[in-house]
């Protein structure tokens, strides 16, 4: 199947910056859109952001001009910079991918998410 591992959270200060990432791995023909989704304790889980395999991205008001998100497709990875960050900001952060898999003969399309990464921006 297919799994997607983030990596890059933590605690940081408010106007501090982290960058995520999130790697895709196992039968994957192609990936389409991937994006970034959180969810604060007590909430429902939101967009961050997306971005398409060509490139078009998309944003959340509350992140504008101050995350980025970014992929690179040879590593069926993608990345979220995360600057000027906010107490508000702090929530479980996931990684989401449009994939289309092969496997025995057979392209399938699915949606799969990463475990969550923890980030805390507090003082």
């Known amino acids: 199947q297919v799994q997607l591992v983030e990596s890059g959270g933590g605690l940081v200060q408010p106007g501090g910056s982290l960058r995520l990432s999130c790697a895709a791995s196992?039968?994957?023909?192609?990936?389409?859109?991937m994006g970034w989704y959180r969810q604060a304790p007590g909430k429902q889980r939101e967009l961050v952001a997306t971005?398409?395999?060509?490139?078009?991205?998309k944003y959340a008001d509350s992140g504008k001009g101050r995350f980025s998100i970014s992929r690179d497709n040879a590593k069926n990875t993608v990345y979220l910079q995360m600057n000027s960050l906010r107490p508000e900001d702090t929530a479980v952060y996931y990684c989401?991918?449009?994939?289309?898999?092969?496997?025995?003969?057979?392209?399938?399309?699915?949606?799969?998410w990463g475990q969550g990464t923890q980030v805390t921006v507090s003082s």
């Open positions: 971005i398409t395999s060509g490139g078009r991205t």
């Open positions: 196992g039968s994957i023909f192609s990936i389409n859109d």
């Open positions: 989401n991918a449009d994939v289309i898999g092969f496997r025995d003969g057979f392209y399938r399309r699915n949606d799969y």
